[in-house]
């Protein structure tokens, strides 16, 4: 996984990367931060015409995903970046292109390749928006390329290991540090520092007073908390997340201690960047699920893979899980971690925050009849 690693920051400096997929080479580049003449000079050193790949969910939102599946938009000549980021995440496609371009647009598409999938595989690894541009490397061209790969212009990666780099690198976590660190809310409190091996996300262990760590009959009760920069530390009214972080702080020491893992996985998994788009879609009148779908990203990008690895490494084997989120629970039990109980962790309604809520119970499921419950 060196390979990818190394491509994920090539593609967020906007450099352009080789994938192979068997006897297929293509040259990738991200869409977003790409200059004005991005898609012409990945052409030239192609030597064919690029294309934007799109994932399913961007498709659904162009009217365009009956197949379930990602795919690849041939581009003709001259096509301007910024008509490329309106059909790659605009808001109102059809405005900017009118229904006659948004139509010719669909009916062009064709079907993702391997390479393309890896594409976007990369492009979400790297908190980028989830579309690429793609250029096959023509025969004529072969040589100028693997000059480029000789000299260190040009990484390569091998298509199959970029398509896994979502699923992380289980076992490969490393401990890094850890502090003692006493809250408000919890004197005891030990802070340690988890590392992917990409380097790019840095997760927190919180062990809150004396948890049974290395009792594995002992179920420790337990809160995975996604970042959420804007309300964990600003106190935004959009979400309860910060109300939740401390709740759960509180709850832990209130039970005689527990651990709080504090993953990177801000927005849902898509990132602050995207989050913040995200935010500007949602005041246009669309819910928190609809306007991650509009930029490209599924209803929930975050993968629990890696609080499973933490979990192992602090020897915890059961646990009391306090969540909301059902997926939370399915994601533990998969990775051999058993939910012994549920616990519910509330934060408060408002007015900012009650359409983010219902939409997370209504469509995605969230355990939340208490809270509003409470309101009426």
Known sequence: MHQVERAIF???????????????????????????AAVARLGELAGTSPALVLSRHRLATLGAGKGGTAARLPLPAGRVRRRLECLAYGATPAASLGEAGLDECRSALEAAEPADLAALALMRRALLIPSALVARVAESQSEAVKAAVADGTLLTVKAEQAARCLDGAGG???????????????????FILFREPDGLREHVA???????????????????????????????????????????????EALGGGVLLYLAQEGRGIGLANKLRAYTLQDSGLDTLDADQVLGFGEDERRYGV?????DALGIRRVQLMTNNPLKMA??????????ERQALYGSLNDHNHRYLSAKADRAGHLLDEVFRARR
């Open 10 to 36: 090539d593609l967020r400096r906007g450099l352009p990367v080789l994938l192979v997929a068997g006897e297929s080479r293509v040259l990738v580049q991200a869409l977003e931060g790409a200059a004005e």
């Open 331 to 340: 994601a533990l039990a998969q990775g051999g971690i058993e939910v012994v």
């Open 307 to 311: 609080a499973v690895d933490m979990l």
């Open 172 to 190: 490969l976590l490393r401990r890094v540090s850890e502090a003692r660190i006493p809250l408000a809310d919890a004197d005891e409190c030990r």
């Open 206 to 252: 919180v062990v809150i007073g004396d948890p049974p760590l290395e009792a594995p009959e002992a179920a420790v009760p337990l809160r995975l908390h996604s970042a959420c920069l804007t309300g964990d530390l600003f106190g935004s009214l959009r979400c309860d997340c910060g109300e939740q972080l401390r709740n759960a702080v509180a709850e832990i």
